[in-house]
C-alpha cells in the first residue's frame, strides 16, 4: 500500500511563496515519476510538474515555468514543490501523485494520490 501525505499549502497574498511537501510511505520512487496536478473549483486536475526520481529531470506546465521548482529528497522520501511569485490564478488544490505509467502529463497515468492541499491566493 502506498500512502502520500501532503502538507504546507495555505493562504498566501499574490507576489509570494509557499512550498507544499509531499511524503510517501509503502513504495519507493526510484525509477519512476512523483508528479504534482491542482485542481481550481469547477475546473479539471491539471498537470502542474514532475520529477524523475532517479536522475532529478524535471518536467513543467508552462504557466508555471520560471515560478515553480519540483525537488526531492531520497532519503526522506519526500517531494517538494516551492511556488515562487504566486498569482491569484494558482489558487487550486494542489496533489502529489505516483506515476503508474504512460504520459507524466495525463492524470489517469497516476494510481496513487495525496489528500491534496489547499493553496489561495490573494491579490
Known amino acids: 500500500q502506498v500512502q502520500l501525505v501532503e502538507s504546507g499549502g495555505g493562504l498566501v497574498q499574490a507576489g509570494g511563496s509557499l512550498r507544499l511537501s509531499c511524503a510517501a510511505s509503502g513504495r519507493t520512487f526510484r525509477s519512476s515519476f512523483m508528479g504534482w496536478f491542482r485542481q481550481a473549483p469547477g475546473k479539471e486536475r491539471d498537470f502542474v510538474a514532475a520529477?524523475?526520481?532517479?536522475?532529478?529531470?524535471?518536467y513543467y506546465a508552462d504557466s508555471v515555468k520560471g515560478r515553480f521548482t519540483i525537488s526531492r529528497d531520497n532519503a526522506k522520501n519526500t517531494g517538494y514543490l516551492q511556488m515562487d511569485s504566486l498569482k491569484p490564478e494558482d489558487t487550486a488544490v494542489y496533489y502529489c501523485?505516483?506515476?503508474?505509467?504512460?504520459?507524466?502529463?495525463?492524470?489517469?497515468?497516476?494510481?496513487?494520490w495525496g489528500q491534496g492541499a489547499q493553496v489561495t491566493v490573494s491579490s
Open positions: 501523485a505516483a506515476l503508474r505509467g504512460g504520459s507524466i502529463y495525463r492524470r489517469d497515468s497516476y494510481d496513487y
Open positions: 520529477i524523475l526520481w532517479s536522475s532529478g529531470q524535471t
